[in-house]
């Protein structure tokens, strides 16, 4: 691993925890995507769905920025290809991967990120199970669709 790519994780992760922070601290609530874009969707437009849709609107934007802004650190590889691949997966597959990860998120009362950056920085047991569970089905997945389907590197 080179320097750049070090830097730039460490960075990325010191502005989620930041975030993470600045929202519980200004607003009392944790960043959980899942149940923020569910409240964004289905929630009576007030205050709270305002600040969902805002809070979204941030996350597809601030990438698109970075690489307009500073396109030497929004890609770390330098091009598409290298940063993204090629999909694994037709699109069909991985519309049905994107369902199964929501019905997981409903199941599992939260996602990584309310309960693995949020949750784990509380010390919350439900989180931290959660978080084990979501880490072991995805190596899980990983092991399944490498080794006994024979998909990806």
């Known amino acids: 691993m080179d320097t750049a790519s070090l830097l730039n994780g460490v960075a990325g992760g010191v502005l989620i925890g930041a975030s993470a922070v600045f929202l519980m601290g200004m607003m009392g609530r944790i960043a959980g995507i899942s149940g923020i874009v569910s409240g964004m969707l289905y929630e009576p437009v007030n205050s709270e769905r305002i600040w969902k849709g805002a809070f979204v609107l941030g996350l597809v934007l601030g990438p698109f920025m970075l690489t307009q802004l500073a396109p030497q650190w929004g890609?770390?590889?330098?091009?598409?290809?290298?940063?993204?691949?090629?999909?694994?997966?037709?699109?069909?597959?991985?519309?049905?991967?994107?369902?199964?990860?929501?019905?997981?998120?409903?199941?599992?009362?939260?996602?990584?990120s309310g309960h693995g950056v949020c949750g784990m920085a509380r010390l919350s047991t439900r989180s931290i199970m959660a978080t084990l569970v979501f880490l072991a089905c995805g190596m899980a997945t990983v092991f399944v669709v490498r080794h006994l389907l024979g998909g990806g590197a």
């Not at 993204?84 to 069909?92: L, W």
């Not at 998120?105 to 990584?112: D, F, H, K, Q, V």
């Open 75 to 112: 890609n770390v590889a330098g091009v598409a290809e290298g940063a993204i691949g090629a999909p694994m997966a037709s699109v069909p597959v991985m519309v049905v991967a994107g369902l199964l990860v929501g019905l997981g998120t409903g199941l599992g009362a939260g996602c990584t």
